[in-house]
């Protein structure tokens, strides 16, 4: 089993930054792929930024040059710089990762962090 804890979650105003962090901890082999993913109220959660072992990174439109997505392999840790906070921006903010199959089948599984919230103040 693989569990993903968040950190780094409050309370911002706007214009303001976070920092968050995603510790991924158990049975793993390698990380294929992190990401952070944004829930606000009412709204289905959408992809803010993932990264892939290698370090190639893809943003959300609305994130772009204010957002920065990092992760460290050796501690299988994956990290979301937030500049320039928007009341937008709040919501509940996930940790996604996705692994390899531990006994080298073709498939990979899916882990979710339980959710840290972000919330900017106008």
């Known amino acids: 089993q693989v569990q993903l804890v968040e950190s780094g979650g409050g309370l911002v105003q706007a214009g303001g930054s976070l920092r968050l962090s995603c510790a991924a901890s158990?049975?793993?082999?390698?990380?294929?792929?992190m990401g952070w993913y944004h829930q606000a109220p009412g709204k289905p959660r959408e992809l803010v930024a993932a990264?892939?072992?290698?370090?190639?990174?893809n943003y959300a439109d609305s994130v772009k040059g204010r957002f920065t997505i990092s992760r460290d392999n050796a501690k299988n840790t994956v990290y979301l710089q937030m500049n320039g906070l928007k009341p937008d921006d709040t919501g509940v903010y996930y940790c996604?990762?996705?692994?390899?199959?531990?006994?080298?089948?073709?498939?990979?599984?899916?882990?979710w962090g339980q959710g840290t919230q972000v919330t900017v103040s106008s």
């Open positions: 990264i892939t072992r290698g370090g190639s990174t």
């Open positions: 158990g049975r793993i082999v390698s990380i294929n792929r």
């Open positions: 996604h990762a996705r692994l390899p199959d531990p006994l080298m089948a073709p498939v990979e599984y899916d882990y």
